[in-house]
């Protein structure tokens, strides 16, 4: 108040005239008590100070019908496994054959393992690719067993099958891993080939010491 009132005292007259906004009291007085501002009114987008008007609320946002929604998002816990797929579809092509294929995991626990795959294809090159001698439309198959035995062994065998006009190709691998230590494995395999068409079986084993880097 001492200030609105040497204001009024040694200020022009303009400032003792009262405001349109505050006609009962002094210019002086309703400029000290804030009820008059001699601030200019904002009418930008951006307003110094933050601006005196309340903004707009925002438009309510329409969701697009033909948009695609938003895949659930699976647990991190709770009781519950991981969904994994246990068939699917696969095409394969090369110099030797091309063709399309069909597999599925007939048993998966923690011990056994069973996948089964049948195709079929057209052979480009004889007997590449584990294939028969002859160029032409084949039928594939294959099935693949896996058995833990114990805590550092497992049992692998896979029998592939491969018959057209005229042949039949048969491979038989089976292989004993067997940990020695975490990133050492002994793996000792048989591999018997055969070709119905000539009547020719090739038996191949081997032994190896591998390391997992």
Do not use: K
Request: hydrophobic share 40%; charged share 20%.
């Amino acid at each position: 108040m001492v200030a609105a009132f040497w204001l009024a005292v040694l200020m022009p007259p303009v400032f003792v005239q009262p405001f349109p906004q505050a006609p009962e009291v002094p210019a002086a007085i309703a400029l000290a008590t804030g009820q008059v501002s001699l601030q200019r009114p904002c009418y930008t987008l951006a307003c110094l100070q933050a601006g005196w008007h309340r903004p707009a609320p925002p438009l309510p946002v329409r969701r697009n019908p033909f948009a695609m929604l938003r895949p659930l998002r699976a647990a991190r816990d709770g009781l519950g496994v991981r969904a994994t797929q246990r068939d699917w579809v696969a095409s394969d092509g090369s110099n030797a054959r091309f063709g399309a294929r069909y597999g599925i995991e007939a048993i998966r626990d923690p011990d056994t393992e069973v996948r089964i795959e049948v195709g079929s294809g057209y052979r480009l090159q004889p007997y590449a690719d584990d294939g028969i001698a002859h160029i032409g439309p084949v039928a594939r198959g294959s099935l693949q067993w896996l058995q833990r035995v114990g805590d550092n062994a497992r049992l692998v065998q896979q029998v592939r099958v491969e018959t057209g006009p005229g042949d039949t190709f048969v491979r038989n691998s089976m292989a004993l891993d067997i940990t020695l230590m975490p990133n050492w494995t002994l793996r000792s395999s048989v591999d018997v080939r055969h070709h119905s068409a000539t009547d020719d079986t090739a038996t191949q084993g081997s032994l190896q010491l591998r390391y997992a880097f």
